[in-house]
């Protein structure tokens, strides 16, 4: 079985600088950075950031119009 399916033994911490809760969901660091730009993120950015629920729960109350009007376009 490959090695990057496999769950970390160590849970993953939250991007966003300041917050040490566990990550649960993880979106995409253009979208995270465009919807909340004043946000510092901990250390280097790759594609994906990780998450806490607060800060999840953040995100999507400032991409919910961008979200309904994408779902629309289809």
Excluded: I
Aim: aromatic share 6%.
């Amino acid at each position: 079985m490959a090695e990057r399916h496999r769950r970390p033994e160590e849970p993953e911490r939250c991007s966003v600088s300041g917050c040490k809760d566990e990550a649960e969901r993880s979106v995409s660091s253009k979208r995270y950075q465009a919807a909340l730009p004043g946000v510092a993120l901990n250390g280097e950015v790759g594609r994906r950031v990780a998450l806490c629920r607060r800060h999840y729960k953040e995100f999507r109350k400032k991409t919910k119009e961008d979200r309904e009007l994408e779902r629309l376009g289809w």
